[in-house]
């Protein structure tokens, strides 16, 4: 399936990779250093996509991680049943959890 999803007809890795680049180079360092602490905490209806077969955003690493920020009434949370990317591996479900915590 990768294959097919990251061919160079696709682009290849390289668009889905920018965000990772950014974050090993600290290029969001000077705009993350400008949030108020106070900020970063959510206080809104907040959607977590976790990939159930993701060797990298492991599920429970990932709500250990946004835990600390969010009340637990506000976190919804599904999980997709996939790897790292959901929405190419599984856009149908992804796009279904979406439709559903937005209605």
Same mark, same amino acid.
């Given at each position: 399936?990768?294959? /097919?999803?990251?061919?160079?007809?696709?682009?290849? !890795?390289?668009?889905?990779?920018?965000? !990772?680049?950014?974050?090993?180079?600290? @290029?969001?360092?000077?705009?993350?250093?400008?949030?108020?602490?106070?900020? !970063? !905490?959510? /206080?809104?209806?907040?959607?977590?996509? $976790?990939? /159930?077969?993701?060797?990298?955003?492991?599920?429970?690493?990932?709500?250990?991680?946004?835990?600390?920020?969010?009340?637990?009434?506000? @976190?919804?949370?599904? %999980?997709?049943?996939?790897?790292?990317?959901? @929405?190419?591996?599984?856009?149908? %479900? $992804?796009? %279904?959890?979406? %439709?559903?915590?937005?209605?």
């Amino acid at each position: 399936m990768h294959k /097919k999803i990251f061919s160079k007809q696709q682009g290849g !890795y390289g668009p889905p990779l920018n965000w !990772y680049k950014c974050e090993i180079a600290n @290029l969001n360092t000077a705009d993350e250093a400008n949030v108020a602490k106070e900020d !970063y !905490y959510l /206080k809104v209806p907040t959607l977590l996509i $976790t990939c /159930k077969y993701d060797p990298i955003g492991v599920p429970v690493v990932q709500r250990m991680g946004i835990n600390p920020w969010i009340k637990e009434e506000l @976190l919804t949370e599904v %999980e997709i049943e996939s790897g790292h990317w959901c @929405l190419l591996e599984k856009p149908r %479900e $992804t796009n %279904e959890a979406l %439709e559903r915590f937005l209605e």
